[in-house]
C-alpha cells in the first residue's frame, strides 16, 4: 500500500473543510509542524489515525483513500460532520456538501477535488460577485447560487406529471396578478422584514404604505386569501377590535431568489451543462 496516500488524503481533507494545519495539530495533540510533515509524504503514528478520522467526520478507510461502499456509513459520516460543528455553522456545511453534490452531478471526480476550491473559498474569492452552477438533464436539473451575497441550492429530479404536480387546482394568473399590485408587494415585504410574532392592526399599513382605510382592508384579505395573515378579534375599551398575526414563510424569499433569476438572467457560470431533450413541463 502507498502509505503517502494519507498525507494526500488529510491535505484534501483539510482544504475541504477549510481548516489550518494548526487546527489539526491542536485537536490531535500534535505540531502543526508534524501535520505539514504528512502532507508532504510523511505517515502519522498509527494511534493518531482515529483522531485524525474524527476530526474530518470520515472512518479511518477514507484516510487510506479506499472508497466507501457502504452507503448508510456516507450518510452517517456527513450528519456527524453537520453536527459537530456549532448550529450557526450548520447551513455553511450544509452548503459545502450541496457544493460537492454539484460537482458530481456535472462529473468531477475525486481525483480532482484536491484542486478544487471550496464554497467557502470560492465566496471570499468572488465577493459579491454574482456567479452560479447549474446542470439541466432529462433526469432533472440543478440550480446553486456561488456567491457570498447570495447562495443557495435546488435540486429538482425530473417531475413524472407536471399537469398533476404543477398546475391542476392552481390558479397561477390570479396569484400573479394580486402580488403585481404594489401595495400587496409592499405590505409583503414590509411584514417579513419585522420581527416574527408582533401583532398588528390595519393602521399599521396605512402609518408604513401611507394606503387609505379601505385599500388597506383590501391588502390584508389578499394577504389571507394565502393564509399569510391570520385575525383575531379581541375587547378593548368596551369594543371590539381586529388584530392580525403575520405568518412568514421562506417560500417567498423563494420566490424572489428566483424571480429576480428571471429578470436578470445569469450570465457567469462556474459550471453549465445542459444535456435535456425532454420538455420542462
Not at 89 to 110: P, T
Request: with cysteine; net charge negative.
Amino acid at each position: 500500500m502507498d502509505m503517502t496516500i494519507i498525507g494526500r488524503q488529510i491535505a484534501l481533507l483539510r482544504r475541504e473543510k477549510g481548516s489550518r494545519q494548526e487546527d489539526l495539530a491542536n485537536y490531535v495533540g500534535v505540531s502543526a509542524q508534524a501535520v505539514s510533515k504528512w502532507e508532504n509524504g510523511g505517515v502519522p503514528d498509527t494511534e493518531l489515525l482515529p483522531g485524525i478520522a474524527d476530526y474530518f467526520g470520515v472512518s479511518v478507510d477514507t484516510l487510506f483513500g479506499r472508497c466507501i461502499t457502504d452507503y448508510s456509513d456516507l450518510q452517517a459520516a456527513i450528519v456527524k460532520k453537520i453536527n459537530e460543528v456549532p448550529e450557526e455553522e450548520r447551513f455553511a456545511q450544509v452548503m459545502e456538501r450541496c457544493w460537492d453534490m454539484e460537482r458530481a452531478l456535472f462529473g468531477v471526480s475525486s481525483d480532482d477535488l484536491e484542486t478544487e476550491k471550496t464554497l467557502e473559498n470560492k465566496k471570499k474569492e468572488l465577493g459579491e460577485q454574482l456567479r452560479y452552477s447549474s446542470i439541466i438533464t432529462d433526469y432533472g436539473f440543478s440550480r446553486m447560487g456561488l456567491s457570498a451575497r447570495m447562495q443557495y441550492f435546488l435540486v429538482v429530479p425530473q417531475i413524472p406529471d407536471t399537469q398533476a404536480a404543477l398546475f391542476e387546482g392552481i390558479d397561477y394568473p390570479a396569484f400573479f396578478k394580486d402580488f403585481a399590485e404594489r401595495d400587496v408587494f409592499d405590505a409583503c415585504v414590509m411584514l417579513h422584514r419585522r420581527e416574527e410574532g408582533k401583532a398588528f392592526t390595519a393602521g399599521l399599513l396605512m402609518k408604513k404604505l401611507g394606503l387609505e382605510p379601505e385599500r388597506a382592508q383590501q391588502v390584508l384579505d389578499i394577504l389571507a386569501k394565502y393564509r399569510l395573515i391570520r385575525e383575531t378579534a379581541i375587547e378593548l375599551d368596551d369594543s371590539t377590535q381586529i388584530v392580525y398575526h403575520f405568518n412568514p414563510t421562506p417560500s417567498f424569499a423563494a420566490l424572489l431568489i428566483f424571480a429576480r433569476e428571471m429578470i436578470a438572467p445569469p450570465k457567469t457560470f462556474d459550471y453549465f451543462q445542459i444535456n435535456k431533450d425532454k420538455a420542462y413541463l
